[in-house]
């Protein structure tokens, strides 16, 4: 079942760092299936769970277009081992921070270990999209958002805008 992912402004659980799992077993895969839905429904193509506010370092991500078959990964407790040296550009966005985007540079492949949804230890090279967006995603377990990539004017353009908006709909304010 779909769950609403946490908006950036004003909640500061996104800020926080997210514990490591500790077992594996059939309530985190439910909350995995859970994420998947939501990530889908948004749609965006990885969530972690820190955005619908469980401080866990698990993240689901699915690069699959639209016409095609779907091919979701599950990443429980990821560790970038290795970043490439090169680096590459993308532009990216984020559930959390809606219909916003920037250019966002990062390392060009990763090496990172983790968890399946099995429990099983693997290790992942990863290149091209899946290198940046498994990077934005473990960014998020670890407090950090993709506008902490981009210049500070910038930053500060988006947060004020957040903070309007969230000033706005704000519980109390009279619509119309």
Avoid: W
Avoid at 3 to 23: C, F, G, N, W
Avoid at 87 to 94: D, L, Q, T
Avoid at 117 to 139: F, P, S, V
Avoid at 158 to 165: E, I
């Amino acid at each position: 079942m779909p769950i609403k992912p946490l908006i950036i402004l004003p909640d500061p659980i996104l800020r926080q760092v997210s514990k490591p799992v500790e077992r594996v077993d059939a309530p985190l895969r439910k909350l995995a299936d859970d994420m998947l839905a939501t990530m889908y429904d948004a749609p965006g193509i990885g969530l972690a769970a820190i955005q619908i506010g469980e401080p866990l370092r698990m993240l689901v991500i699915d690069l699959a277009k639209e016409d095609e078959t779907p091919a979701p990964h599950v990443f429980i407790n990821p560790e970038i081992l290795e970043s490439a040296e090169a680096r590459s550009v993308y532009e990216e966005g984020c559930l959390s921070i809606p219909d916003y985007y920037a250019e966002v540079e990062r390392p060009a492949s990763v090496r990172v270990k983790y968890l399946d949804r099995d429990g099983k230890l693997q290790e992942m090279e990863a290149e091209g999209l899946m290198a940046t967006c498994l990077q934005h995603e473990i960014d998020h377990l670890n407090g950090v958002l993709f506008i902490d990539h981009i210049s500070k004017l910038k930053r500060d353009m988006v947060v004020k805008k957040f903070k309007k908006l969230a000033k706005d709909k704000a519980p109390g304010k009279l619509a119309g």
